[in-house]
């Protein structure tokens, strides 16, 4: 039952440059902001791509002093944001430029909080209430995503784990979005299959597990139910024949995605953080492989809801499980591993795994909840 006395708050980005070579503006644009020496934060494959050149080059030639940090860990981690930090502060930047995927754009956005926030980084962590320590003073934020999953360019989190435990923190406040997005498909294009695969099953888990997740969000659904019809067709062919069309629709929705996820995410992603923390397995490869599982598990009493996003999917219906059915399918057509064992997990594992899960902060918005026997038994059945 839906409270209609309850008042909520809707949030909604900021602003996207959305487009092939909308890279090309960047160079104009933070002229006319005024800000002329940016550091770039990437990672250490992405500064190698050629496109990644060009935008060092287009800068240049505009007289912008550029200054790049990319020293950071797949799963990245607390000594990753000091390290950008003091990179920004000796080489005195002015504003801050994510270019690469969702870990280079977390970090991007922790090392924008830490830069006039001088507590502990974790002291900001949203699940302890730090978020009311987080002011408006923060540097010019700027994000190029060049995969299309995480959705982090319009984000307002970032997920960095401690170095020790790999426990992966939550810093969040909406003073932390982007100014500006320039989201340009045309930086995914060489994007490697699996990467391309990963990635995008972990922005249809982000519509899915938004689109069922608890509380009464209709702008969020809206947007969860377009973003998942957008990745049904464009998904395989962005895998194995990519072109500007499957990018560009890859881009959008999974940016489309991390909007709808204000509402909150799922079991998956519950079982999917573990297997990152203990297994450092990538994040999008993780909720591909649980999404079937945690799908089945939320499938009784919510026929309505399945049957609508079955539909959107151009399934018809989500007779005999065909919903289920087309997730395992997707995984298989684009070369994801349909199992666990798939990707290096043993049933020693299961026990830990399931404890992580359940102190995973995900699931509590799930439509239904998850005990330690459930995560358990999820497990287990994807092994
Ligand atoms: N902030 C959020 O809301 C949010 C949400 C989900 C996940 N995350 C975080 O995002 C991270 C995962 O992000 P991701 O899935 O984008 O992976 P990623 O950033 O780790 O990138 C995956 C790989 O692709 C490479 N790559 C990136 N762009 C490329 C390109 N254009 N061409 C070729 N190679 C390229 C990278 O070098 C990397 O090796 C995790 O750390 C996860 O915790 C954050
Ligand atoms: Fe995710």
């Known amino acids: 039952m839906i409270d209609f006395r309850t008042v909520r708050q809707y949030n909604f980005p900021t602003t996207i440059r959305f487009g092939a070579n909308a890279i090309e503006e960047l160079p104009q644009h933070l002229l006319n902001v005024g800000f002329r020496r940016p550091l770039l934060v990437s990672d250490g494959t992405v500064v190698q ?18 200054e790049v940090f990319s020293d950071i860990h797949k799963n990245p981690v607390k000594s990753d944001v000091l390290k950008g930090k003091a990179s920004f502060s000796e080489t005195e930047r002015d504003c801050i430029i994510a270019i690469g995927g969702g870990a280079a754009m977390d970090v991007a956005r922790a090392i924008a909080l830490s830069i006039h926030h001088n507590r502990d980084l974790f002291d900001y962590d949203d699940l302890i209430g730090g978020d009311k320590y987080i002011t408006g003073r923060v540097p010019y934020f700027i994000t190029v995503p060049t995969t299309s999953g995480t959705g982090s360019e319009v984000g307002r989190s970032a997920i960095i784990a401690e170095d020790d435990t790999h426990k992966k923190r ?42 069922i997740a608890k509380d009464f969000h209709p702008l969020c659904e809206g947007i969860a139910l ?38 909150g995410l799922g079991v998956v992603h519950s079982l999917a953080h573990p297997l990152s923390a203990l297994l450092d397995t990538h994040h999008g490869l993780a909720n591909a492989v649980n999404l079937p599982y945690g799908m089945r ?4 009493g919510l026929e ?80």
């Open 49 to 66: 791509l050629d496109f990644f050149r060009n935008i060092q080059t287009s800068l240049a030639a505009k007289k912008i002093s550029v």
């Open 297 to 300: 598990f939320n499938r009784s």
């Open 304 to 383: 309505a809801s399945f049957k609508k996003m079955a539909v959107a999917m151009n399934l018809k219906d989500d007779q005999d499980e065909g919903l289920i059915k087309f997730l395992f399918s997707l995984n298989e057509q684009t070369g994801l591993p349909v199992k666990l064992r798939g990707i290096g997990v043993k049933p020693e594992h299961i026990e830990t795994l399931a404890e992580l899960a359940e102190n995973d902060f995900c699931h509590l918005n799930n439509p239904k909840p998850v005990s330690r026997e459930d995560f358990k038994r999820l497990y287990l059945e994807a092994l």
């Open 170 to 211: 939550i810093l969040f406040s909406p003073k932390l979005l982007a100014k500006i997005v320039f989201a340009d498909p045309m930086l995914t294009m060489d994007l490697p299959p699996f990467i391309t695969a990963a990635t995008g099953m972990d922005a249809l888990t982000h519509n899915m597990e938004a689109f």
């Open 226 to 263: 377009e973003g998942m019809a957008i990745i049904s067709q464009s998904i395989v062919a962005a895998v194995n024949k990519p072109d500007l069309e499957s990018r560009s629709k890859m881009m959008i929705a999974s940016l489309m995605g991390a909007v709808a996820f204000q509402k």
